[in-house]
């Protein structure tokens, strides 16, 4: 079935750097969307990328759907301590179904 | 915005007894819902789909008569882990799927179920 490879798998970093994951697959998708879960709870939508080569902003978050519409990367710019939490990339796959296949993660810790 | 709540927030079970879960979609109509299980620093693992009226549609390897699945109205999603054993014990999320009244589609998740089974 579709795998998403998400990495790194943890990040332990210090206030103010900025941070880049990746997620990539052999599986083309219809839409990329970046996910933050902290402990606990549901997933809570940051970003969504629905076009080839689209990069998209919110706020310190930038993220890219790469051309291929195989892979995409998370950017957070001036991280803070409240960034911290898992990050999931997930990717919608082509059909009619709207399923979501998610990435394993990266965890963020931010040191102050 | 859209909020898709989830109940009970955490329950404990003895092994053997079936637990209810409820999603519900509180300001749009859910066509299809969606049902992940995620175990301790694990990825979200879609379990099964349903669509408002119709059967679920399970995913490879999870058991259908031992995750029962109700999507009998366009906010009510319900699962229900039957005869429930300690491996059972996990994070259990959905997702809702729909439009919402205002116009335009939305996905949200709800905020997740932990089920402990002893």
């Known amino acids: 079935g579709q795998q998403l490879n998400q990495s790194p798998q943890s990040m332990f970093i210090q206030e103010g750097e900025d941070v880049s994951m990746n997620c990539t697959s052999s599986s083309i998708f219809n839409t990329w969307l970046w996910y933050k879960q902290e402990p606990g709870e549901g997933p809570v939508l940051l970003i969504a990328?629905?076009?080839?080569?689209e990069l998209t902003s919110n706020g310190r978050l930038t993220a890219q759907f790469g051309i291929t519409r195989k892979d995409s990367f998370l950017n957070i710019s001036a991280s803070i301590p409240s960034d911290v939490g898992i990050y999931f990339c997930?990717?919608?796959?082509?059909?009619?179904?709207?399923?979501?296949?998610f990435g394993s993660g990266t965890r963020l810790l931010v040191r102050p | 915005g859209a909020v898709v709540s989830q109940h009970p927030s955490r329950v404990i079970c003895k092994s053997g007894t079936s637990v209810k879960i409820e999603c519900r979609s509180l300001d749009f109509q859910a066509t299809t819902m969606f049902w992940y299980r995620q175990f301790p620093k694990k990825s979200l693992m879609l379990m099964a789909t349903s669509n408002e009226g119709s059967k679920a549609t399970y995913e490879q390897g999870v058991e259908k008569d031992k995750f029962l699945i109700n999507h009998a109205s366009l906010t009510l999603s319900t699962l229900t882990v039957t005869s429930a054993h300690p491996e059972d014990s996990s994070f259990y999320i959905c997702s809702a799927r729909g439009y919402r009244t205002s116009g335009g589609e939305t996905q949200y998740f709800g905020p997740g179920t932990r089920l402990l089974v002893l």
């Open positions: 997930a990717g919608q796959l082509r059909d009619s179904s709207y399923k979501l296949i």
């Open positions: 990328l629905y076009k080839a080569g």
